[in-house]
């Protein structure tokens, strides 16, 4: 089995100076990436708010079990920005620029022909999915219309979360926020023109199906300026990823092993929340009562919980994006802390990347708490909607440092190359703890919508307090990152430092 090399002689600029500030330069232009790239899919809230009653209800309560299904799919595949970025960090601390595009070339390669796979099994599975999820028909409906769209960006996305990847692994963050920001420009544009539409331009009005239309044309357009910016010889000639000699069934594999927990951990994650709103969605149902808007025509019923999950998962997931960032920016760094062989530099980073993230969470978190009222009344035009989501949306938000804690760990373990130990736990966290608790205190026990989200609240302390265990154990640090490959015959062969990928 080749072994882990040792560093070339020479400082490594990306994880030298204090962990703070290694931390901040690399999780700041993330953080806006990540938060503008999110921005694509919770414009949509914003935008529905506008729809009239109960068109806007139902768009809103199809949106998260569209994004469930989407992430099924597209998230799953895109996981193999795990093995990417963690192999490719570990190349770069090497020295080994070639090898770290060797990385890319396979991961990407992967991406575009699982993405046609997965994007045709998402359509298979698509109507089976929504009709176990939404109970509401015109929700269902409105979700269909919606996916129909968007499951044609599944390997776009794939294939994006490899690039970035490659780029986060070398310490290039800002390239992906630059991708973001064009693709979220274009999105708005685009949203505004298909949802509503424009008599001016002969543009019909499409409703829920338009902002389907406007996510999967700009995805394309955000793969394509990450391809742009991977094609410039300061990256084609150093790193050569596009060379079809790069391309080994061996790597492929290799990067795989440690990126399909990840999948798993994702359609874990996925299905339990589906289940979650499902559970949501079925208090509609069974308890209906006084949930009907006289801003409805003819007084038809809001899918009142339904929606209430939706806005507030969907403002939260601005906030759990950013942890996220933060958490990505921190696996960069332990991985090619690892790459340098110093185990201890990697666990410096991760606890000070989670003081951090206690710091500026914290903060985010008091002010979700505070202005709860208007954030909600900005994401929903639906009084009862904002009525339902107030309260738990308030808990979510004091509980926004914990699952900053989480997240920043999981990814950390994540860049050590632990991923089958986040699987494990996720696993088990979802469908011991989330749903069955959501089911219990929200259903069962009569507590709504508030005993749904108290499971939540109990999974994301138990998340945090489990990833501070395993950090803190350090037995992530001995992990190594081989592949199984007979080295080329040529003149690198004899070079001892050649033997390891």
């Known amino acids: 089995m080749a072994q882990i090399v040792l560093p070339a002689s020479g400082s490594n600029a990306v994880t030298s100076g204090p962990p703070h500030r290694a931390i901040l330069r690399l999780a700041l232009p993330t953080v806006a990436a990540m938060l503008t790239q999110s921005i694509v899919n919770e414009v949509d809230i914003v935008f529905f708010a506008h729809l009239p009653c109960p068109e806007s209800s139902n768009a809103h309560a199809a ?11 597209g998230g799953s595949l895109s996981a193999i920005s795990v093995g990417t970025q963690a192999f490719t960090a570990r190349r770069f601390a090497e020295k080994r620029p070639e090898d770290a595009g060797a990385v890319l070339a396979n991961a990407l390669f992967f991406a575009v022909v699982a993405g046609v796979v997965f994007s045709a099994l998402g359509y298979l599975t698509m109507p089976y999915i929504l009709s176990v999820i939404i109970k509401v028909p015109d929700a269902r409906q409105a979700a269909l219309d919606y996916l129909g769209w968007r499951l044609l960006g599944v390997m776009s996305m794939a294939a994006t979360f490899a690039l970035k990847a490659f780029f986060d692994g070398i310490g290039k963050t800002h390239i ?11 999105n708005i544009a685009l949203c505004l023109l298909l949802i509503f539409g424009n008599t001016a331009l002969g543009i019909p009005k499409h409703g829920i199906a338009g902002a389907g239309m406007a996510g999967f044309i700009s995805t394309y357009v955000g793969l394509a300026i990450m391809l742009v910016y991977a094609l410039l010889p300061q990256y084609r ?3 050569r990823p596009f060379s079809p000699s790069k391309l080994s069934a061996a790597l492929t594999w290799s990067i795989l092993k440690l990126s399909i927990p990840s999948a798993v951990a ?6 339990g929340f589906g289940l979650f709103y499902a559970i949501a969605s079925k208090l509609d149902q069974v308890a209906p009562a006084g949930v009907i808007s006289p801003l409805c025509p003819g007084g038809r019923a809001e899918p009142v919980y339904g929606a209430a999950t939706t806005v507030i998962v969907g403002i939260l997931k601005l906030t759990f994006t950013a942890c996220l960032a933060f ?12 790459g340098e062989k110093d185990g201890d530099k990697a666990a410096r980073f991760g606890w000070a990347s989670v003081r951090l993230g206690l710091a500026i969470f914290g903060v985010v978190g008091v002010l979700e ?10 994401a929903s035009s639906s009084e009862l909607v904002q009525a339902a989501a107030l309260r738990p949306f308030q808990v979510m938000g004091l509980c926004t440092p914990i699952v900053a804690v989480g997240m920043i760990l999981t990814q950390a373990l994540f860049g050590a190359g632990n991923t089958v130990f986040v699987m494990v736990v996720e696993l088990i966290l979802h469908f011991t703890c989330l749903v069955p608790l959501a089911w219990l205190l929200g259903i069962t026990l009569g507590f709504g919508l508030m005993g749904i989200w108290g499971a939540g609240v109990i999974y994301v302390v138990l998340l945090a307090a489990t990833m501070v265990w395993k950090f803190r154990s350090g037995d992530w640090k001995k992990i190594r990152l081989d592949v199984q490959e007979k080295p080329a015959l040529d003149e690198r062969s004899a070079d001892p430092r050649a033997q390891g990928l």
Not at 327 to 338: D, E, K, P, Y
């Open 266 to 271: 994702t359609i874990a994650i996925m299905t």
């Open 237 to 239: 000639r150093v790193y």
């Open 176 to 186: 992906h926020l630059v991708s973001a920001l064009a693709m979220n420009a274009l």
């Open 63 to 73: 949106l998260l079990p569209s994004l469930i299904v989407l992430w099924l799919f």
């Open 327 to 338: 958490g990505t920016s921190t696996a960069t760094l332990v991985a090619q802390s690892l």
């Open 369 to 378: 708490v505070i202005f709860a009222p208007q954030i909600l009344a900005f």
